[in-house]
């Protein structure tokens, strides 16, 4: 009887096994994904339950507040307990690190495969972005290393009943800088209306604004070569670009606190009627549509300062996710991503989460007020695609500068010298 038990318990024990076995076969893995976008959890796991039913795999999307995003990934790196795949918040650099430390993979052989089929559907900037050029300034083996899902673009935005009440025809806005101001003034004047409202408090923005137009003056090469210590702050050419602000000031168009006010709050102007123009990014278009969805309002390019040369807009990828070259599921893990951003796939997250695709040929699907930000593609432009960025305290000396002159504490002559300074202060850095 002993011998009968105990050969019954091991039978048991078998089948459960063998039962667990079958169990984790039928399920197949699970490929997981850190991010910290909670307007897009939703979606995300709409397509995830799809791509189960098509591939018979889990994706686990999993979702950690934007403020601890980067601090989590931080501790699972240094933990080496990188989850398959996630996203890098921050510039270029620290995606560099990740890929110098081979923490991700290069998918460039991915992409490239099948005569490039997949690489050739991205928008070029898109891809640009997450990508390392030979001979590159971080040392990085030249290759791809982030899947962009989204793009985004900075523009400016005008109202358009606004614009057409200004007598101004609407497939015409201002051009050139001055057209732009006289316009913005006009605006000002009426009770209630502002000429031009921006999340300047969020000073990110400020600087954007500011690199714009520094292309538009003094030419993308220049700019540069400031940044690499060839050229002064105090060039009469950076004198221009920090007199424009001067004269946002001094035409009376900004909405009031503008240096304080966030981007939330900017939008909030420009949804209610309350601003002819604004400069803000496509993600706007979700607060416009949720406070107004009767609000009538177009893209256009910054208006020039100069002939000469082309102003700046920054666009890229909005959200790219990496693969964890030590992944086990590190095939899965790209075969997803692959999936993701098919036609199929990116007009869903066009539809359920108003973000613009990051690949190419669906402007048809993209509504128009969010699809026009696709528009002016010869101008974009990207941090991450510069060869070199300023240090962040000369940025910071930059943002801080024009916040001055906005409320007229300083000259642009003056800013100019204190940024000078700063620069020759940090230059080795």
Known sequence: MRKFFTFTIILLVCFTLTGCGESRQETGPTVTIWHWMSDR???????????????????????????????????????????????????????????????????????????????????????????????????????????????????FLYNK???????????????????????????????????????WGETWLIYC???????????????????????????????????LFKDLREEGILAPGIITMNNKEAEQIFATNRALFTFNGSWGVNTYQQINPQLKYETMPPPKANQKYPPGIWAGAGTSFVVNSRSENKQESIDFLNWLTEAKQQVFLIKETNNLPSIKGLKKDTPANMGNFLDNQQYFTHPRLWR??????????????????????????????????????????
């Open 41 to 155: 959890q939703d979606a995300f796991e709409q397509l995830a339950q799809k791509y189960k039913q098509e591939k018979e795999i889990t994706i686990h999307f999993e979702l950690f507040p934007h403020s601890a995003y980067t601090q989590k990934i931080n501790a699972a790196e240094a933990a080496n307990d990188l989850p398959d795949l996630f996203g890098i918040l921050g510039e270029k650099r620290v995606l560099a690190s990740f890929a110098k430390e081979k923490k991700i993979e290069d998918l460039t052989p991915y992409m490239e495969a099948q005569d490039s089929s997949w690489k050739e559907r991205f928008i070029d900037i898109c891809l640009a972005v997450n990508s390392f050029k030979k001979d590159n300034i971080y040392a990085v083996k030249p290759g791809i290393y982030g899947v962009p899902i989204d793009a985004m673009s900075i523009q």
């Open 161 to 199: 009943d606004l614009l057409e009440k200004e007598g101004f025809a609407l497939d015409s806005p201002p051009e050139n800088f001055q057209d732009f101001l006289a316009i913005a003034k006009r605006a000002n004047d009426t009770k209630d209306t502002y000429g031009f409202a921006s999340g």
């Open 209 to 243: 604004f500011t690199t714009n137009y520094a292309f538009d003056l003094m030419g993308e090469e220049k700019f540069l070569n400031t940044i690499k210590g060839e050229v002064p702050y105090t060039d009469p050419d950076w004198i221009k670009v920090f007199s």
């Open 388 to 429: 070199i960025n300023e240090n962040s305290r000369v940025v910071e000396a930059i943002n801080r500068g024009v916040q001055n002159i906005v409320i007229g504490a300083k000259t642009p002559e003056e800013v100019a010298k204190e940024v000078a300074k700063t620069k020759e202060r940090y230059k080795n850095e």
